[in-house]
């Protein structure tokens, strides 16, 4: 299946190809037939992405926040490895779709 996936330390857009989900207990797996994009919240994540890290930081300073109480309870460098890594994870775009019930997870 494919998806969008953005690099947040680059702002690097992609589409790849990913493993269908696993059904889990309690969920529905759905064939989607159309998905999009939304121009607000992902919109926002992609400008936020295209920034460089100062730039990111203005935009969102409650991202500031977490590092800064990070650094208080874990100390400068595990923040700082941590932060980095977290910007290494490519995020999944688009949460909106419209398709058709393959299975239910609600069996038992």
């Known amino acids: 299946m494919k998806q969008i996936i953005q ?3 680059t702002g690097e857009l992609q589409m790849v190809e990913v493993p269908f989900p696993s059904l ?6 759905v064939e989607a037939r159309a998905s999009l994009v939304s121009i607000g919240t992902e919109k926002a994540m992609i400008d936020i992405a295209k920034k460089s890290l100062p730039g990111k930081a203005l935009a969102r300073p409650d ?12 100390g ?7 932060s980095k ?10 949460y909106s779709c419209a398709g058709i019930v393959r299975d239910c997870g609600f069996r038992d």
């Open 63 to 74: 991202w500031v926040k977490q590092v800064v109480d990070k650094i208080k309870t874990e």
């Open 7 to 9: 690099n947040y330390k």
């Open 24 to 29: 889990k207990r309690g969920a529905i797996l």
């Open 76 to 82: 400068f460098m595990e923040a700082w490895r941590q």
């Open 85 to 94: 890594a977290r910007l290494d994870v490519p995020v999944p775009l688009g």
